[in-house]
DNA sequence: ACGGCGGCTGTTAGATAGAT
DNA sequence: ATCTATCTAACAGCCGCCGT
């Protein structure tokens, strides 16, 4: 089994699965055969496996996993070894844990703002003021902020968004300071986009002075604030998915599954407890 | 020392194929 | 036609090295 591995990765290269996933696949078959040993693959093996797996990991990554191995399968022609994912319930609410709210995203701004890094300040207002993930930061470009509109490109599609008008504003007077005409706003020194651990590491760092957990604080809770305070506003799930890029409502109701603690406040107002 | 940058593992977001 | 299971692609978190 172990020599087709490799036809295995380059069969999912045909496939056009990008870079990430093949490196993914490949490296769980391996975990996989190392778990095996060399010993012949029956199902019970397989089985065993998947246990092994489930004392490790959270469910989510068991089941990616897994994914993989049963592709690496029924690429062999094995389908009698594919096992079955684990199923796992949607949560009703999220923790607080998570949860930024306003103010202390206000915090941090002004943080940002004391120590004198506009550029951070910026970043975080670009990702919260349209919604976009971190790794589309480097499509807000000097062009993009003229026309108000930004092209990007990620998962297999584009969509355009649009640049709010404040945002654009600041925007273009922070360009016009570093003398940035084309290209990604936010770049290094380098001339780069900035590198998103980068921007991971300098959120995580206005934290403390700010006075906010760094549990809340990473690129995408920002994303989250974004829909949460679109949505408090105006109640349009299916606008705010567009504006979000998902082409499944399923996946916008994630964001905007209220915490533990309002969840817990709409279940007292039932008032079914005497 | 400090930001830039690449790279690794584990987790989650999000798209899609297939069942109902 | 809609919902769910499955699959895929990205993010989170962290580390280590590098050049300034």
Redesign the pocket.
């Known amino acids: 089994m172990k020599g087709k591995v490799e036809e295995y990765l380059e069969y999912?290269e045909k496939?056009?699965?990008?870079?990430?996933?093949?490196?993914?696949?490949g490296?769980d078959v391996m975990?996989f055969l190392r778990f095996a040993g060399g010993a012949r693959v029956t199902k019970e093996l397989v089985i065993r496996y998947k246990e092994n797996l489930q004392k490790?990991?959270?469910?989510?990554?068991?089941?990616?996993?897994?994914?993989?191995i049963?592709?690496f399968f029924?690429f062999l022609g094995r389908e009698d070894l594919?096992v079955?994912?684990?199923?796992?319930?949607r949560?009703a609410y999220?923790s607080k844990e998570?949860e930024l709210t306003r103010a202390e995203y206000l915090r941090l701004i002004q943080a940002a703002e004391s120590r004198n890094?506009g550029?951070l300040a910026l970043m975080i207002q670009t990702i919260c003021g349209t919604g976009i993930?971190?790794?589309?930061l480097s499509s807000i470009t000097a062009e993009a902020v003229q026309s108000g509109e930004a092209v990007i490109?990620?998962?297999?599609?584009t969509r355009s968004i649009l640049i709010p008008g404040k945002l654009r504003k600041v925007l273009s007077a922070y360009m016009k300071r570093l003398n940035i005409v084309s290209g990604p706003v936010f770049?290094?020194?380098?001339?780069?986009?900035?590198?998103?651990?980068?921007?991971?590491?300098?959120?995580?760092?206005l934290c403390a002075c700010a006075g906010v957990k760094?549990?809340k604080?990473?690129?995408?809770?920002?994303?989250?604030l974004f829909?949460r305070c679109f949505y408090a506003i105006n109640r349009d799930i299916a606008k705010l998915?567009d504006i979000?890029?998902?082409?499944?409502i399923?996946?916008?109701r994630?964001?905007i599954i209220s915490s533990g603690r309002e969840h817990r406040r709409h279940m007292d107002a039932l008032g079914l407890v005497l």
């Open positions: 999912l496939e056009e699965k990008s870079i990430a996933t093949r490196k993914q696949y490296r975990s490790a990991y959270q469910p989510a990554s068991v089941n990616t996993k897994i994914a993989a049963n592709g029924t594919r079955k994912q684990l199923k796992i319930q949560r999220c998570k890094d550029k993930r971190v790794s589309e490109y990620l998962k297999g599609k770049i290094t020194r380098t001339g780069r986009p900035v590198d998103r651990s980068n921007i991971w590491k300098m959120m995580k760092s760094p549990s604080v990473f690129p995408h809770s920002f994303r989250h829909a998915a979000l890029g998902h082409s499944n399923n996946t916008t994630i964001y």
